[in-house]
């Protein structure tokens, strides 16, 4: 029906920056809450940020004031815009949208493939 493709990731030293981008396509009426979660090596896949059409934005704890995520919806697109990056920020990110395919669809969770960030101390 669609898919979520996710671009930005990469290696980069301790204290720098990275934007992270993300665009659903195919079979797309409306996307609701828009995201991003990460997993570590050894541990469980976490929410990093999300944001709903119109509203504000959640962060977890451990990225507060270092991550910004945004929106475009005449796009259907989210970024990730992570500034002091530290080591333990790496980890595969996944893009998230809650997506109706049609007017009276339910609202299915669609998942990007995963980017990698490294972060190097």
């Known amino acids: 029906q669609g898919q979520l493709v996710e671009s930005g990731g990469g290696l980069v030293q301790a204290g720098g920056s990275l934007r992270l981008s993300c665009a659903a396509s195919?079979?797309?009426?409306?996307?609701?809450?828009m995201g991003w979660y990460r997993q570590a090596p050894g541990k469980q896949r976490e929410e990093v940020a999300t944001?709903?059409?119109?509203?504000?934005?959640n962060y977890a704890d451990s990225v507060k004031g270092r991550f910004a995520i945004s929106r475009d919806n005449a796009k259907n697109m989210v970024y990730l815009q992570m500034n002091s990056l530290k080591p333990e920020d790496t980890g595969v990110y996944y893009c998230?949208?809650?997506?109706?395919?049609?007017?009276?669809?339910?609202?299915?969770?669609?998942w990007g493939q995963g980017t990698q960030v490294t972060v190097s101390s």
């Open positions: 195919g079979r797309v009426f409306r996307v609701n809450t």
């Open positions: 944001i709903i059409s119109g509203g504000s934005p």
């Open positions: 998230t949208a809650d997506v109706r395919t049609a007017i009276m669809s339910p609202v299915y969770k669609w």
